[in-house]
């Protein structure tokens, strides 16, 4: 690896007042993408979605707890996956160890929950060992399907963003937008942190001069209480051939299924 140029205090500066001026034009594209996103259409939720809660059974309505806007996460802590029930998805336990006090969310009337198969008791373990202190919700299918099902997040992770708006009926739920993929990211400080860094995040995809430190994305995660314990591995299955959008890539030839974590 071979650094960049070394250059004077003043030097430096010049170069940074010219970053500089690229990231406010990221800015102003940003807060016009979200001024869009204010914009995008509503589309009102027709079915009766149940879930598993602390304290019983809830629909998706009594997830708002009472506020305007609603944010769900489908995590991946099923059965069946990481070392389950000890964890669950690699990527869904980094993300959660990212979210943290939800009273701003809430002083803007707006509820953030977490949902996923998994049973509450090993949930609520999970969540204790974890450290994690978020809503979080069991998924229960019924004869006309599931949550995670309709709105796209049965086989990939993904955020939901809902409305409550009263109607003469009563207050009626509609899905205002819904990111999903890299989309996600948004909600990972661990990314936003590395991309200021010199080596940024240090992933094989990335645009980085010769000779930089670099790994397989996704790859080199850990749960938080495992690293230095556990060596890093794929923790996802093969993409979907059917599903030009599935985001995952493909396995390396010389791995095989007994070594690849699904």
């Known amino acids: 690896m071979e650094p960049p140029r070394i250059v004077t205090a003043s030097e430096w500066e010049a170069a940074l007042a010219g970053m500089l001026t690229k990231e406010k034009e990221l800015t102003k594209a940003r807060d016009a993408m979200a001024a869009e996103r204010r914009r995008m259409p509503w589309t009102p939720v027709e079915k009766d979605y149940r879930f598993d ?67 509450q008791a090993e949930l609520d373990a999970m969540k204790a060992r974890m450290g994690w202190d978020i809503p979080w919700y069991t998924m229960i299918p019924d004869a006309d399907g599931a949550f995670d ?15 409550r708006w009263p109607d003469e009926e009563g207050d009626r739920v509609y899905r205002t937008y819904f990111v999903n993929g890299r989309g996600d990211e948004a909600f990972v400080n661990t990314w936003n942190f590395l991309d200021i860094t010199a080596l940024g995040r240090q992933e094989t995809w990335e645009d980085s001069p010769p000779g930089y430190p670099q790994s397989a994305p996704y790859e080199w995660w850990c749960w938080h209480d495992t690293y230095g314990a556990t060596e890093p591995g794929r923790w996802f299955g093969d993409p979907d051939p059917g599903d030009p959008s599935d985001p995952r890539p493909p396995r390396p030839v010389e791995e095989c299924d007994h070594c690849a974590r699904q």
């Open 149 to 163: 099902v309709d709105f796209g997040v049965d086989l990939w992770h993904g955020t939901n963003a809902f409305i």
């Open 53 to 119: 809660g602390p304290d019983g059974t809830v629909t998706l309505l009594d997830l708002f707890a009472g506020r305007r806007q609603l944010i769900v996460y489908r995590a991946f802590m099923d059965p069946g996956l990481g070392d389950w029930p000890q964890h669950g998805c690699v990527g869904c336990s980094l993300m959660a160890d990212h979210i943290g006090n939800l009273a701003h969310l809430n002083a803007r009337d707006t509820t953030l929950v977490y949902t996923s198969r998994g049973p």
